[in-house]
């Protein structure tokens, strides 16, 4: 029995050390994103890291002390806090919310927000039966198949705006007919899947852009396509912008950190985790919890944040965000 527990601290006290040091390295390297897209793809993993080295923690606290215990300890630590930095400011940051007043009494918008997984999605029917029973006034859907809008279209009386060049991959479904729609040609950036409505409201029209961004590695064409969205947003009244989509980009990147700022809109969803949903199975591996926050909801200055909602597991990869915005008009 000693030998076979020595065997067992030992396996311990060499797999908490990998954990620590690797958890270590990975956010130093994160750092690095402030300045280089390459580095800034460990960003994406901050959380992980983060939770890779508290275990690695708890792991090395029931092995006896050492020096490898030590700087076990030492190198989770560091991982914490350096992931701690690319975390925090997410979890305390401003998403403009609704005074109790404002909800009640100023015009609300529902809009939903979902990557539907394409093809690979085998329960089409039954994410349009949700979709349509929560009412939303406007839908942004991502990797739309024929199969999701027959079903959808065939349950809710929605207008459809979207790009047929595209195969309309992504879709903007609303209650009210927008008053115009398509996205104008820009010169700088790279291309992605998006679409355009404006619609007519009080007070002015407001404008409503879905967009699908590609994955964050290699590095460079999701910036490129952050740079063109960014020069689409540039044409519309600001203040009533509404932008969402799957950006493939966590709130704790340099990359999403950048965009934010150059939209100049307010990212109304925190730290909310999107993907994978429980659903998602690939290469066998099931994931019991998401641990990437992609999908995102941004809107201008006379919007408001009534709520903000993660839906449920509905077959796609992704799980849907709810977002309800009152329309409060700056004076």
């Given at each position: 029995?000693?030998?076979?527990?020595?065997?067992?601290?030992?396996?311990?006290?060499?797999?908490?050390?990998?954990?620590?040091?690797?958890?270590?390295?990975?956010?130093?390297?994160?750092?690095?994103?402030?300045?280089?897209?390459?580095?800034?793809?460990?960003?994406?993993?901050?959380?992980?890291?983060?939770?890779?080295?508290?275990?690695?923690?708890?792991?090395?606290a029931l092995?006896?002390?050492?020096?490898?215990?030590?700087?076990?300890?030492?190198?989770?630590?560091?991982?914490?806090?350096?992931?701690?930095?690319?975390?925090?400011?997410?979890?305390?940051?401003?998403?403009?919310?609704?005074?109790?007043?404002?909800?009640?009494?100023?015009?609300?918008?529902?809009?939903?927000?979902?990557?539907?997984?394409?093809?690979?999605?085998?329960?089409?029917?039954?994410?349009?039966?949700?979709?349509?029973?929560?009412?939303?006034?406007?839908?942004?859907?991502?990797?739309?198949?024929?199969?999701?809008?027959?079903?959808?279209?065939?349950?809710g009386d929605?207008?459809?705006?979207?790009?047929?060049?595209?195969?309309?991959?992504?879709?903007?479904?609303?209650?009210?007919?927008?008053?115009?729609?398509?996205?104008?040609?820009?010169?700088?950036?790279?291309?992605?899947?998006?679409?355009?409505?404006?619609?007519?409201?009080?007070?002015?029209?407001?404008?409503?852009?879905?967009?699908?961004?590609?994955?964050?590695?290699?590095?460079?064409?999701?910036?490129?396509?952050?740079?063109?969205?960014?020069?689409?947003?540039?044409?519309?009244?600001?203040?009533?912008?509404?932008?969402?989509?799957?950006?493939?980009?966590?709130?704790?990147?340099?990359?999403?950190?950048?965009?934010?700022?150059?939209?100049?809109?307010?990212?109304?969803?925190?730290?909310?985790?999107?993907?994978?949903?429980?659903?998602?199975?690939?290469?066998?591996?099931?994931?019991?919890?998401?641990?990437?926050?992609?999908?995102?909801?941004?809107?201008?200055?006379?919007?408001?944040?009534?709520?903000?909602?993660?839906?449920?597991?509905?077959?796609?990869?992704?799980?849907p965000v709810?977002?309800?915005?009152?329309?409060?008009?700056?004076?």
């Amino acid at each position: 029995m000693g030998l076979v527990r020595v065997v067992i601290t030992r396996i311990l006290e060499d797999i908490a050390a990998a954990l620590a040091v690797g958890s270590a390295l990975a956010m130093l390297a994160a750092q690095g994103g402030r300045f280089s897209d390459r580095l800034d793809i460990a960003t994406h993993f901050a959380l992980v890291f983060l939770v890779l080295a508290m275990v690695a923690a708890l792991m090395a606290a029931l092995t006896p002390r050492s020096l490898l215990r030590r700087v076990t300890l030492g190198a989770a630590a560091l991982a914490v806090a350096l992931a701690g930095v690319l975390i925090l400011p997410e979890m305390v940051r401003n998403t403009q919310p609704a005074s109790d007043s404002e909800g009640a009494e100023l015009a609300r918008l529902k809009v939903i927000q979902m990557n539907t997984w394409s093809g690979r999605n085998q329960t089409m029917d039954e994410t349009a039966d949700w979709l349509v029973a929560q009412d939303p006034d406007i839908i942004v859907v991502e990797e739309s198949s024929r199969r999701f809008q027959r079903a959808l279209e065939a349950r809710g009386d929605y207008h459809r705006t979207c790009d047929p060049d595209d195969r309309c991959e992504v879709i903007i479904y609303s209650k009210a007919a927008p008053v115009s729609g398509g996205l104008p040609r820009v010169s700088d950036g790279a291309y992605f899947p998006a679409t355009r409505a404006t619609f007519d409201a009080p007070g002015g029209d407001f404008t409503v852009i879905g967009a699908h961004f590609t994955w964050p590695v290699p590095a460079g064409p999701q910036q490129q396509q952050s740079l063109r969205l960014t020069r689409i947003a540039e044409l519309y009244d600001r203040d009533r912008l509404i932008i969402t989509g799957d950006f493939n980009a966590t709130p704790w990147s340099f990359t999403l950190r950048r965009q934010d700022k150059a939209l100049g809109l307010t990212r109304r969803n925190r730290a909310m985790l999107t993907w994978p949903a429980m659903a998602f199975s690939r290469w066998n591996i099931h994931m019991p919890l998401p641990f990437l926050a992609i999908d995102h909801v941004y809107a201008g200055s006379d919007w408001k944040t009534v709520s903000v909602e993660r839906g449920p597991s509905l077959g796609s990869d992704h799980f849907p965000v709810i977002v309800t915005l009152a329309l409060s008009p700056a004076d």
